[in-house]
């Protein structure tokens, strides 16, 4: 899990892609390093601009851009 991760200094990236349940989805979210949302994504009620807005989502990346976001960050974050 989150500890085991954490523990390896493996990065959380967390990706907030529609459709997405309802229902805690956003906590575990945002226990994420980096946080990713597709324009478009609602989580909890709220959208994925109000979520950046609120500081709960760290960039709006469209599902097109979301490969080379992902291998960026990991290449940025991964322990050397």
Same mark, same amino acid.
């Given at each position: 899990?989150?500890?085991?991760?954490? /523990?390896? $200094?493996? @990065?959380?990236?967390?990706? &907030?892609?529609? @459709?997405? @349940? *309802? /229902? /805690?989805? %956003? $906590? &575990?979210?945002?226990?994420?390093?980096?946080?990713?949302? *597709? @324009? /478009?994504?609602?989580? *909890?009620?709220?959208?994925?601009?109000? &979520?950046?807005?609120?500081? %709960?989502?760290?960039?709006?990346?469209?599902?097109?851009?979301?490969?080379? *976001?992902? $291998?960026? &960050?990991?290449?940025?974050?991964?322990?050397?």
């Amino acid at each position: 899990g989150r500890a085991a991760l954490y /523990g390896a $200094s493996v @990065p959380l990236i967390a990706v &907030l892609a529609p @459709p997405l @349940p *309802e /229902g /805690g989805l %956003l $906590s &575990l979210a945002v226990s994420a390093d980096v946080v990713l949302a *597709e @324009p /478009g994504a609602s989580a *909890e009620g709220a959208t994925a601009d109000a &979520l950046l807005d609120a500081g %709960l989502v760290d960039r709006l990346v469209t599902r097109r851009e979301l490969k080379a *976001e992902v $291998s960026a &960050l990991l290449a940025l974050l991964a322990p050397a």
